[in-house]
């Protein structure tokens, strides 16, 4: 009578650990297009045994726990990866919006930069507008004596001038460390998203401590809850992970001094996060404030393309300021003024103090029909000390550097995307849920509990005979 009791337990333990079994099954189903969910495995334990006048014998099946199908390598593999990939994607929008605000096309099909308004496939720009300028001194100075021959020259350098102030305008819109413009707007959008995903981080963090004290490992699905956040997080910046009492994970960046700085520790956010200019600052809760070295994520890739594109506006206003001092000189030989304002050196400044009513072509000594000041701001345009080369050269390779970041950007990005995919494709054969295998566990668990089943139905009718024989 003992052993049909022993057994009519094991059957019944047996019937719970298969419900238990089929319960996860019926949960992955659910999930299958979860992208944050791992899927879930019941664990088999063993109750235990007990001694017997037949020796030790079990005291049958049990579900002992659930685990979670999880690589942490290929985790933190794809954390990382969802950094750098942020950072280029970041970039790529602002370096073609860079591209676009010079006014010319990639010049991949250039096939000289002696001039560019000749190249048919390259649109109207500046480069056009630098050669028609000169181009106007040229025609002026076989006419100087002419209004329409001084009207057009104003005008082309008018072209001119408003194609510079345009194009300077939209790169300050994208560059650092200009305030309240385009490119630190999306850096303060950002920084505050991330400081919600700290937050959000550490309750999660806070929930997994809890859940885990006394059972570890057993916040499966606030443990994928925390690893989508993650992973939402490490696009915007790169950070490493500690692993952290109950199951807690602590998050850490550097700062410019190469020290780690903690933002997150088990449950608690140490501090907020800010622009300052054109770095980042951690002011932690208690201690000095820290400017962040950001690597990676999207933060990073807004602070690198703004500082890149400073650049870009750094070499225009080099060209400007050679190309007003160049002018105003050949101009102001025999001491006509200057064409271009003396003070207007940048790309934004860069105005004529020449009308059509002033404009001359040499100095009114020389007599009517003089032209040598004409002349000498024309052949300009085919010098080729103008900062290494011709003006047209000059800007071509602002133009040509700006084609090859856009260029270099993408190519990174189409490889980066490669390898992140790869990462996941391999995390999804893992921790994906596949229906097939779902639907083959769900017919096993099925069958043995209704073995264990038959097998609590054979025990129940075994001990009704034994006890109506006993009646």
Do not use: C
Request: charged letters at 15%.
């Amino acid at each position: 009578m003992a052993d049909l009791y022993a057994s009519l337990y094991t059957a019944s333990n047996a019937m719970r650990a298969h419900s238990a079994a089929l319960d996860i099954v019926g949960r992955n189903m659910a999930n299958v297009n979860n992208t944050a969910y791992a899927r879930q495995r019941v664990v088999y334990g063993d109750k235990g045994s007990v001694n017997t006048p037949l020796g030790a014998q079990s005291l049958g099946l049990e579900a002992v726990g659930i685990q979670q199908m999880r690589d942490t390598l290929l985790d933190g593999q794809i954390t990382g990866e969802a950094s750098n990939t942020a950072v280029l994607d970041a970039q790529s929008k602002y370096l073609s919006q860079a591209q676009t605000a010079l006014g010319q096309g990639v010049f991949s099909d250039a096939t000289s930069v002696e001039t560019i308004s000749t190249n048919a496939k390259l649109p109207a720009g500046i480069g056009a507008s630098i050669d028609a300028f000169f181009n106007a001194w040229q025609s002026y100075s076989t006419d100087p004596t002419t209004v329409t021959s001084k009207q057009q020259l104003i005008a082309t350098t008018d072209d001119l001038i408003d194609k510079v102030h345009l194009a300077d305008s939209r790169l300050a819109d994208i560059s650092l460390p200009s305030a309240g413009n385009t490119i630190t707007g999306q850096m303060d959008t950002t920084v505050s998203s991330v400081n919600g995903m700290l937050t959000n981080i550490a309750n999660l963090n806070r929930q997994i401590g809890q859940a885990e004290i006394i059972s570890p490992g057993s916040a499966v699905d606030l443990r994928d809850q925390r690893q989508a956040k993650l992973e939402e997080l490490a696009q915007q910046l790169d950070f490493k992970t500690v692993q952290q009492a109950n199951g807690e994970v602590g998050i850490q960046v550097t700062d410019s001094g190469n020290n780690t700085v903690d933002l997150v520790s088990l449950a608690t956010v140490q501090g907020t996060l800010a622009r300052n200019g054109a770095n980042y600052q951690w002011t932690p809760t208690a201690g000095a404030p820290a400017t962040l070295a950001l690597t990676g994520g999207s933060l990073a890739g807004l602070q690198q393309v703004g500082n890149t594109v400073q650049g870009y506006r750094t070499q225009l206003d080099a060209l400007v300021n050679t190309l007003v001092t160049r002018v105003n000189t050949a101009y102001n030989a025999a001491a006509n003024g200057n064409f271009f304002a003396p003070g207007g050196t940048t790309a934004a400044t860069i105005a004529r103090t020449a009308t059509v009513a002033t404009v001359v072509a040499a100095d009114a000594a020389a007599g009517p029909g003089a032209n040598d000041n004409a002349l000498a701001v024309a052949a300009i345009a085919h010098d080729t000390a103008f900062l290494g080369g011709t003006p047209a050269q000059a800007f071509s390779r602002i133009v040509t550097a700006v084609a090859q970041d856009v260029s270099t950007n993408d190519s990174r990005t189409t490889d980066q995307k490669s390898l992140s995919d790869l990462l996941k494709a391999q995390r999804e054969s893992y921790s994906g849920v596949s229906l097939d295998e779902e639907a083959a566990d769900m017919l096993r668990f099925q069958r043995a509990f209704q073995a264990s089943a038959k097998m609590l139905s054979v025990i129940d009718q075994l001990m009704d005979t034994v006890i109506n024989t006993l009646k």
